[in-house]
């Protein structure tokens, strides 16, 4: 029988959580979904946020004006805050958890 909440040991190098089941073996197959996440919202994120710069430093005038503080308005927002407040509404699922960490990280 596996013993709940055990002690990090060689058996179980992160212990175990309430269930018994080792908690490293669960980060090794948690690692490609999470690489998976960060890069997406990486390359995303630069491609949207190059994307709208150059639009905006290349029309310039009052498109780049209103473009600033749209930009402003999203920077002043807590991303983590505004992260969360997404993904609630949009459900669970790695495809959602991309979009709501987008929606903050575009800007920056």
């Known amino acids: 029988m596996?013993?709940?909440?055990?002690a990090p040991s060689?058996?179980?190098?992160?212990g175990?959580?309430?269930?018994?089941?080792?908690i490293f073996s669960r980060c090794v197959v948690a690692a490609p979904i999470d690489a998976e996440i960060g890069f997406s919202i990486?390359?995303?994120?630069?491609?949207?946020g190059t994307f709208l710069g150059s639009c905006s430093g290349y029309i310039g005038g009052?498109?780049?004006?209103?473009?600033m503080r749209?930009?402003?308005v999203f920077i002043a927002v807590p991303t983590l805050v505004l992260a969360v407040v997404v993904a609630v509404a949009l459900g669970p699922g790695v495809e959602h958890v991309i979009?709501?960490?987008?929606?903050?990280?575009w800007p920056v």
């Open 10 to 14: 060689l058996q179980h190098l992160f």
């Open 70 to 72: 749209i930009t402003d």
């Open 62 to 67: 009052k498109f780049d004006e209103a473009f």
């Open 16 to 22: 175990t959580d309430n269930l018994g089941r080792d």
């Open 99 to 105: 979009e709501a960490n987008l929606v903050g990280w």
């Open 42 to 48: 990486v390359i995303i994120s630069v491609l949207i």
């Open 2 to 6: 596996m013993a709940s909440f055990e």
